[in-house]
């Protein structure tokens, strides 16, 4: 095992703001995301009146090991992985039009602090905790359609990972931050007609060349699902989220080699596909200068395979657990209205 499981942040801002969460380290022998599942739910394709928000997002994330690598007496079928994470972000509303559509931009810094217990915690030489700055994440264009006056709401936009936050180790994986870029194009369909907020997010993680091992993990696809209905000040309902790995992870030479002698980076040993899956549900309160929503999700299903090697050496994991995930959003400057004209009269 190369290295500890760290927490994977990222954002994007939208009318209903939603964020990422933590995952697990990379080149481990089990996959990792940059996006946590379930990032987008809650969000929808809308996009809010001109002005400069900002929100405030802690969560946790709550799991076990699942996979052929629980077999392993070294991990064992009950090692506890978690973190907790808090976020500062900012949704930005120029009011700008381009071809038609309503243009923003978000930028968000996450702080993230992670454990993993025993039997695998307890290994020497194993970080089994850590704190710090994770990697910045921005969006610097963001594209929202309206299709008539249906309800129906098209958006796209591109976030981007910078290798910014706490990098350390020879490989750079056992800090918070990642030694990599992750582009993240985004694409989401919703309904907002008659206080229903029906949304799928689509959004894929393309991920650089690891700079200090040549190690390049795989592309991962997400889909989140959001089905809520607003009465009054209050907005309830399910939600759920889907995330695999679709494309294989790769090593470029002399840093990663096919076997891997020595401990140098190899695909052999970690995970080249996952599933997903996790159902849950929202609760909003808008208190008029604020809203605070909460969702919680169990993730009822999840797997982890390397194909190219026999199930029995096989050593990829997944973390499956739950999830509770708050966010407080709110406007913190608004353009000025125009003023009126005096009514004159003779």
Avoid at 162 to 167: K, N, S, V
Avoid at 233 to 249: I, M
Avoid at 303 to 325: C, H, R, W, Y
Wanted: aromatic fraction near 14%; proline fraction near 8%; hydrophobic fraction near 45%.
């Amino acid at each position: 095992m190369k290295s500890s499981i760290k927490a994977l942040l990222a954002a994007a801002g939208v009318a209903a703001f939603a964020f990422a969460s933590p995952a697990n380290a990379y080149e481990a022998g089990y996959p990792g995301w940059a996006s946590k599942p379930g990032v987008l739910i809650g969000a929808s394709a809308g996009v809010p009146p001109p002005g400069i928000y900002m929100f405030n997002q802690v969560f946790t994330y709550q799991t076990n090991l699942v996979g052929p690598g629980t077999a392993s007496p070294v991990i064992g079928s009950h090692t506890a992985v978690g973190a907790a994470v808090d976020v500062q972000g900012f949704l930005f509303v120029p009011g700008w039009t381009f071809l038609g559509a309503t243009y923003d931009a978000v930028v968000v810094q996450p702080w993230v602090m992670f454990y993993v217990g025993s039997p695998l915690g307890a290994v020497p030489g194993l970080a089994n905790a850590a704190a710090g700055m994770h990697n910045t994440y921005f969006a610097p264009v963001e594209l929202s359609w309206k299709l008539g006056t249906s309800g129906f709401l098209i958006k796209t936009g591109l976030g981007i990972y910078t290798p910014d936050g706490q990098i350390q180790g020879a490989n750079g994986l056992t800090g918070i931050g990642n030694p990599w870029w992750t582009f993240q194009p985004e694409l989401i369909f919703s309904y907002l007609g008659g206080g229903y907020n029906l949304s799928v997010a689509l959004y894929e993680e393309f991920n650089t060349r690891n700079s200090r091992d040549g190690y390049t993990t795989g592309d991962i696809f997400h889909a989140d699902f959001t089905a809520t209905k607003t009465f009054g000040k209050w907005t309830l309902g399910p939600v759920a989220y889907y995330a695999g790995q679709v494309t294989n992870d790769s090593c470029t030479p002399p840093a990663c080699v096919a076997g891997g002698p020595g401990g140098v980076a190899s695909t052999l040993g970690n995970a080249q596909r996952f599933n997903l899956w996790a159902v849950g549900g929202l609760v909003e309160y808008n208190f008029g200068p604020a809203s605070l929503s909460v969702w919680a999700t169990q993730e009822v299903f999840g797997n982890a395979k390397n194909p190219a090697v026999p199930l029995a050496s096989d050593a990829s994991l997944i973390t499956q657990g739950f999830t509770v995930f708050a966010t407080l959003s709110y406007r913190i400057w608004a353009p000025e209205e125009p003023a009126k004209a005096p009514m004159l009269h003779k």
